[in-house]
C-alpha cells in the first residue's frame, strides 16, 4: 500500500502545536474532537492511558480519572511540560522504541502523529507491543478529502492525509483490527469568530451536510492477538503436513 505524501514540511515542533491550540482555531478544533474522544471513551476509570504525539489537549480530559496517564512526543517533535500544575507526566521518546513493558498500557491515543511519522509501520508495531491484551488504540489522522488537510495553517494540514481505506490497511498490516469509526472537524480551518465560536454547531450541520468532507477520521481499534498465516505460506503448511501423515498402504 503507498502512502499519500503531501508535504516536504513533515514536522511541526512543540512550539507550533502549541500555538496552534492557543488561538481561536485550535481551541475550537480541541472542544469538537474533545467531545468525540469522550463519547468513544466515556470511562477510563482504573486505566492507564498513553497519549502518543502531541496529546495534551486531550488529555485533561482523563487526567484525574484514569490510574495512569503520560503522554510521549517523537524527538522529531521535541518535547513540552505538562500538566503545569503538577510534575510534568512528559517524556521525549524515540517511537519506534518506547521505555515501557511489553502489554503494559490498557488505552493509547494516537494525535499529530501518524501523519507525520518518518517510521509509521515500525511505530504502530511498537504501540502494538506496549498494548495490553484486549487494550484499545484510538487514532485521529487526517482526512485525505477534508479541508483540513489542505490548510498549511493548521497541524492537520502538515505529512500524509488518510482515505479511511488507507487507515484500515495500515492497521491491519500493523496488527490492529478496526472497531469503531467516526469523524470530526466540518468546520473550514479559518480563524473568524463566526467559524470558531460554536464549533458544536458546525459538527452537527457537517454530518448532515457535507459528511465526507470531514478534517480528521477518529478510528478506535483493538489489538490482535492472533497474526492470521498469509495463503502462500498456509498452503505450503499444508504440503508439509500432507507428506508427514503415514500412507495407509505402508
Known amino acids: 500500500m503507498i502512502l499519500p505524501f503531501y508535504s516536504s514540511a513533515m514536522h511541526l515542533d512543540v512550539i ?5 491550540y492557543s488561538s481561536p482555531l485550535g481551541n475550537a478544533a480541541r472542544r469538537a474532537l474533545s467531545q468525540k474522544i469522550r463519547a468513544i471513551w466515556p470511562n477510563l476509570s482504573g486505566l492507564s492511558l498513553l497519549g502518543m504525539g502531541y ?5 485533561p480530559l482523563f487526567l484525574v480519572e484514569a490510574a495512569r496517564c503520560v503522554a510521549m512526543m517523537p524527538a522529531s517533535q521535541g518535547v513540552m511540560p505538562w500538566p503545569g500544575h503538577a510534575a510534568s507526566l512528559t517524556a521525549l521518546v524515540d517511537e519506534t522504541g518506547l521505555p515501557l513493558e511489553d502489554a503494559s ?29 484486549g487494550g484499545k488504540i484510538l487514532i485521529i489522522a487526517p482526512n485525505r478529502i477534508g479541508l483540513w488537510a489542505r490548510s498549511k495553517s493548521t497541524p492537520f494540514g502538515h505529512g500524509r492525509p488518510f482515505s479511511r481505506g488507507q487507515l484500515t490497511g495500515l492497521m491491519r498490516d500493523c496488527l490492529f483490527s478496526p472497531e469503531q469509526w ?11 469568530m463566526v467559524m470558531t465560536n460554536n464549533p458544536e454547531g458546525w459538527e452537527r450541520v457537517g454530518r448532515h451536510v457535507w459528511p465526507r468532507f470531514a478534517g480528521v477520521w477518529i478510528v478506535e481499534a483493538s489489538k490482535q ?13 499444508r504440503q508439509m503436513l500432507a507428506a508427514q501423515v503415514p500412507s495407509s498402504s505402508g
Open 16 to 20: 507550533d502545536l502549541h500555538a496552534f
Open 55 to 59: 496529546t495534551t489537549p486531550y488529555l
Open 105 to 133: 498500557v490498557d488505552r493509547i491515543l494516537l494525535v499529530h502523529s501518524l501523519e507525520t511519522s518518518e517510521h509509521i509501520r515500525p511505530g504502530l508495531r511498537e504501540l502494538w507491543r506496549v498494548l495490553a491484551p
Open 182 to 192: 467516526s469523524a470530526s472537524l466540518y468546520m473550514p480551518p479559518l480563524g473568524r
Open 225 to 237: 492477538i492472533y497474526v492470521p498465516i498469509p495463503e502462500q505460506p498456509r498452503a505450503r503448511l
